[in-house]
């Protein structure tokens, strides 16, 4: 009976021990979000895996998301888009974006809808809404995209690396994993 009683005092223990493990890396892991101020230049530089479809440019920026700043619930990226620049259509299932247009012209497709849209434009794009958009302008477009939660983030590191890295082709394998972690469908057709 001692050591039945004994058994059980030390398994609850133990378990405790467990739970208490298990929550203090929890409580870690979702620590309070650190706030930014960035420059232009400042964020996480990545440049896209060279792929056997296009893309919109080699590079971009990460400013904040779970790993930048520490946010659970959001993220914003930005990236520079050369005349003739083109971003392909897609769609982002499971988060809302929004394109700021900081500088130049673009042609948006968006939905049922296809228009101009100038410096200073802004445009929301619900989940699970096919976009595509062209620099049709002179100059490049300083482009901001804000997501309501985070997901595009795993497709965008999975198919780049650091400025400055090495980095492998994207296979046909990897890019469909890339997406289905990211939560991102690209019009193949």
Same mark, same amino acid.
């Given at each position: 009976m001692r050591l039945a009683i004994a058994t059980l005092?030390?398994?609850v223990t133990l378990l *405790? !021990?467990?739970?208490?493990?298990?929550?203090? +890396? @929890?409580?870690?892991?979702?620590a309070d979000p650190i706030p930014l101020i960035l420059e232009k230049s400042e964020g996480e530089? +990545?440049? #896209? #895996?060279?792929r056997d479809f296009p893309m919109p440019t080699?590079?971009?920026? /990460? $400013?904040?998301?779970? &790993?930048?700043? !520490?946010?659970? $619930?959001?993220?914003l990226g930005t990236e520079d888009l050369p005349p003739g620049a083109m971003i392909p259509k897609h769609r982002? =299932?499971? &988060?809302?974006? /929004? =394109? =700021? /247009? &900081?500088?130049?012209?673009?042609?948006?497709?968006?939905?049922t809808q296809e228009?101009?849209?100038h410096a200073g434009a802004m445009v929301f794009i619900p989940s699970g809404t096919w976009v595509s958009l062209k620099n049709?302008? *002179? @100059?490049?477009?300083?482009?901001?995209f804000v997501f309501s939660d985070p997901g595009f983030d795993k497709y965008l590191r999975c198919t780049s690396?650091?400025?400055?890295?090495? *980095? *492998? $082709?994207?296979?046909?394998? @990897?890019?469909?994993?890339?997406?289905? &972690?990211?939560?991102? @469908? =690209?019009? #193949?057709?």
């Open positions: 005092g030390l398994t *405790s !021990g467990i739970a208490l493990t298990a929550w203090a +890396r @929890e409580s870690i892991s979702h530089h +990545r440049t #896209r #895996r060279p080699s590079s971009f920026t /990460i $400013k904040v998301d779970r &790993q930048n700043g !520490g946010s659970e $619930k959001m993220w982002h =299932l499971g &988060q809302d974006e /929004i =394109l =700021l /247009i &900081q500088t130049g012209t673009a042609h948006v497709w968006l939905g228009r101009d849209a049709i302008g *002179s @100059e490049d477009i300083s482009l901001a690396a650091p400025t400055g890295e090495a *980095s *492998s $082709k994207v296979t046909a394998a @990897e890019f469909n994993e890339c997406a289905r &972690q990211g939560a991102f @469908e =690209l019009d #193949r057709h």
